[in-house]
T-cell receptor, first 113, second 111 residues
Framework: AQSVSQHNHHVILSEAASLELGCNYSYGGTVNLFWYVQYPGQHLQLLLKYFSGDPLVKGIKGFEAEFIKSKFSFNLRKPSVQWSDTAEYFCAGPRGSQGNLIFGKGTKLSVKP | EAQVTQNPRYLITVTGKKLTVTCSQNMNHEYMSWYRQDPGLGLRQIYYSMNVEVTDKGDVPEGYKVSRKEKRNFPLILESPSPNQTSLYFC??????????FGDGTRLSIL
């Protein structure tokens, strides 16, 4: 079965702390992976994507993610978080047909000023 | 401007009164989806469409209908809404293997 798992439900950090959010996927075939962010009261926006090539992917706002095939992981990282990073973060991967996605349950990040 | 437009943004209604949430995209995308978002459950797919007249059930299709008569539109229909369909709904569109673009969401409250 295809699935995407996010292990952290709620992460609380102080400003300037480093961030790592876990994401694991389980399926074979072509791996297209995404991280989305949802700021309070807003819709989901793409942070970054991995299709192929360099497993270290850089996205917007200083975020990056590393695809590790042997661990089936695609963890999101940021060296120094800001209060404005407070949001919910979703990992997503392919689901069946091309163009269809399955999402993890999300990780809520709260950054204390 | 590339966008996915949902209407209405907010709706409070009563059990059993049919309603339709519209979704329109201007990017000529083949793929469109409907999701519902509930606290602690993330985004769960309701229905998915690969192109005009081609739709498929997602994880939670019960109580919902969709149609895809035109490429740009993908309405979500609740024939007889019930309180357990109170949720935040998102429409999304994409082209093959590309990220999905999301609408601003529709918050439905069914009393």
């Amino acid at each position: 079965a295809q699935s995407v798992s996010q292990h952290n439900h709620h992460v609380i950090l102080s400003e300037a702390a480093s961030l790592e959010l876990g994401c694991n996927y389980s399926y074979g075939g072509t791996v297209n992976l995404f991280w989305y962010v949802q700021y309070p009261g807003q819709h989901l926006q793409l942070l970054l994507k991995y299709f192929s090539g360099d497993p270290l992917v850089k996205g917007i706002k200083g975020f990056e993610a590393e695809f590790i095939k042997s661990k089936f992981s695609f963890n999101l990282r940021k060296p120094s978080v800001q209060w404005s990073d407070t949001a919910e973060y979703f990992c997503a991967g392919p689901r069946g047909s091309q163009g269809n996605l399955i999402f993890g349950k999300g990780t809520k990040l709260s950054v204390k000023p | 401007e590339a966008q996915v437009t949902q209407n209405p943004r907010y709706l409070i209604t009563v059990t059993g009164k049919k309603l339709t949430v519209t979704c329109s995209q201007n990017m000529n995308h083949e793929y469109m989806s409907w999701y519902r978002q509930d606290p602690g459950l993330g985004l769960r797919q309701i229905y998915y469409s690969m192109n005009v007249e081609v739709t498929d059930k997602g994880d939670v299709p019960e109580g919902y209908k969709v149609s895809r008569k035109e490429k740009r539109n993908f309405p979500l229909i609740l024939e007889s809404p019930s309180p357990n369909q109170t949720s935040l709904y998102f429409c999304a569109s994409s082209t093959q293997n590309q990220p999905q673009h999301f609408g601003d969401g529709t918050r439905l409250s069914i009393l």
